[in-house]
């Protein structure tokens, strides 16, 4: 199950790293292929002044990141399906901020959960994939970490805290965010996300050299 758990993660997890799923989950494969135009063009997308961010009310239900969920594309077929149907334990039910369904509210922002991913930095100043692997030990999302901290960060650099605090805990664009000079490629997303996925299990591998009673515990090396 923990497999399973991992690579179905790892599936929405290109989306849901930049939070383009909506809160109320539906049209998975609507919103895949609007994420997909959403990647080709976020080097020209521009912010206008009539444009201002709006905070969330408390009837509102917002994904993390609402300003880059435009309608690019609708596409509706008999096999669009909903997140409504994938809230089970050890499957989809999954979030770096979010509190798991089982919980209770998997919407509202856990700012305990937020506290302890960014108190994860090295440094206090920015968040890097090691850091997010800290905080998230059990199961190691690649793809969710590369594209994250290759859209908000850099490739060696980490994310800013102050960035993700914006994103992840007043669900608002950063000010201090600018396009990349060269836009993100699909080799580059691979070879970050295994990178990140082979040093992560090398590291614990080295572990259990030391600890031989933490093997049948960690997920990454089954």
Known sequence: ???????????????????????????????????????????????LPSHEFKPSGPSDLRSACPEITSD??????????DLHTLSEHNFIDVSLTRTDIAFGDNLVLN??????????????????????????????????????QLTFGSWSGGVPLDVVQSIFGREKMPESYTHRIIPITLPEFLIFKKGSCVLETLRNQLIVLKKPHLALSSPMLR
């Open 1 to 47: 199950m923990e497999r399973l758990y991992t690579e179905a993660n790892s599936t929405l997890a290109k989306i849901e790293a930049l939070a383009f799923v909506t809160k109320q989950g539906t049209d998975i494969k609507e919103t895949m292929n609007k994420f997909i135009l959403f990647v080709i063009a976020l080097p020209t997308v521009s912010c």
């Open 72 to 81: 690019f594309w609708t596409l509706k077929n008999p096999s669009d399906f």
């Open 111 to 148: 700012e305990t959960l937020l506290t302890q991913m960014i108190e994860t930095s090295a440094d206090a100043a920015v968040l890097t994939w090691k850091d997010m692997v800290e905080h998230n030990k059990r199961d190691i999302v690649a793809a969710q970490i590369a594209f994250f």
